[in-house]
C-alpha cells in the first residue's frame, strides 16, 4: 500500500479575507427571504400547538428549518446556475459570476 504525503505548504488554506468577503455570497446563496418565510410558517405551527412546547425541542426544530430551507435555496442555485447565467434578472447571482 503506498501513501502520498502532501507537505503543509502545498495546501490551499482559505484566508480570513477571502472568507469574509465570499460570506455575504453565501448567505444570498442561502435565499434568506425565502428562508424566513418558511421559519416564520413553521414558528405560527409551533405556536398554534394545542399542548405547550419545549424550548429545546422547539429551538431545535426551528433550526433544522432554517438549515433545510437555506440548502434548498444553495442547491436550487447551484442546479440552475447554467439557466441564470442566461437571464438578465437572475445573471448577477453569486454562482453565475464566479463569486462562489
Known sequence: M???AIPLLHLRLAS???LATR??????LMKPRVMMLAVFTA???LA???RGLDALRTFVAVLAITAGAGAAGVLNMWY?????ALMTRTAMRPIP???V
Not at 23 to 28: A, G, K, Q, V
Not at 80 to 84: E, M, P
Request: aromatic share 4%.
Open 23 to 28: 460570506l455575504p455570497h453565501f448567505l444570498t
Open 16 to 18: 480570513r479575507s477571502g
Open 80 to 84: 440552475d446556475a447554467d439557466i441564470d
Open 97 to 99: 459570476r464566479g463569486k
Open 48 to 50: 398554534s400547538a394545542p
Open 2 to 4: 503506498k501513501t502520498t
Open 43 to 45: 414558528l405560527v405551527g
